[in-house]
């Protein structure tokens, strides 16, 4: 089989999670567009690895490797979401700017906090 | 026992090599399309299960790349749990059924202009680099559950524990950020 496919493949896939890291505004569809990027790289590991035919099969281990890495990532990233969901009442990213620069600009979550916490009161 | 090894060491595969490499690029372009469609769909709880049709699929390209456990593993960890966590996380920050018009943000536009730009790129690379490379799949199977155990176990074993070191710092931290302070309750 040509190695080329499985290569424009990985390569084609990593940048439509590119876009989706972006373009979304939900963060978790942001997380789920970081998944489509790692298994990219996982099927450019496993491609080269048996085009390669390695003896210690490091691309299949490092496959492991990082199936296990993002399955840690997705649950610690899930849980900072909920966490902010919790505090801010949204999970958009467009809208998490308390640490941004422009003081002068009027701030959307401030007024929805507001209204979470006397929800909540 | 050697028998059979050696059997399945010369046993033809199970699709002709022309056959392995129509299938690898019709479930190739299925799984780009959901992976598109994942990017680009409106409704946040679809985006979820085609994300399901697209780790699916890379799951088929691996069993079609003989790297079968592999290919298990990806069913079993992303179909089977990584998926199950995005709908539990989309249904508790309580993201909307139906179709939500802000689901893309402003930057959607210069987003797409930059992995366009980086896609052309990297597939000029690509296919410059490896124009006449071929994978041959004859043989035994390369990623069969039996070489990955060996190899996993014989060489890797060290970043394997240290894997599994990072997984229980993974589960510690999930739980600790999750739980609810006592004066919250």
Redesign the interface.
Known sequence: MHLVYAAVLAALLFCVGLYGVLARRNAILVLMSVELMLNAVNLNLVAFDVWLRDTLHAGQALTLFTIAIAAAEIGIGLAIVLQVYRNRGTADVDRLRDLGEDAHRPDPDRADREEKAEAAA | MTGTTVLAANAPGFLS?SG??IA??LV?IA??GA??V??TTKQ?VH??LW?VM??GG?AV??L????E??AW??VL??VG??VV??L???M??K?PIGRSP???????W???G???A??AA??WV??DA??T?????RGAP??STK??GE??FR??VL??EA?SV??L???V??IV??RRKKEER
Do not use: C, K, M
Not at chain 2, 102 to 108: H, I, L, P, T
Not at chain 2, 133 to 137: P, V
């Open positions: 090599p392995v490499e690898f690029l190739g799984t780009l992976a598109v994942t990017v946040l985006a979820a994300l697209a780790l890379l390209e691996y079609l790349l003989t790297a456990f592999i593993v990806q960890i992303y749990s990584v966590l995005l539990f996380g989309l508790l920050t993201a802000d689901a893309d943000s402003a930057n959607r210069p987003a797409l930059v992995a366009v980086a896609a990297l597939v690509v296919v490896f124009r490379t071929w994978i041959d799949l390369q990623g070489v990955s190899i996993l060489h890797w970043p394997f894997l990072l997984l710092a993974a589960l931290g999930a950020l999750s």
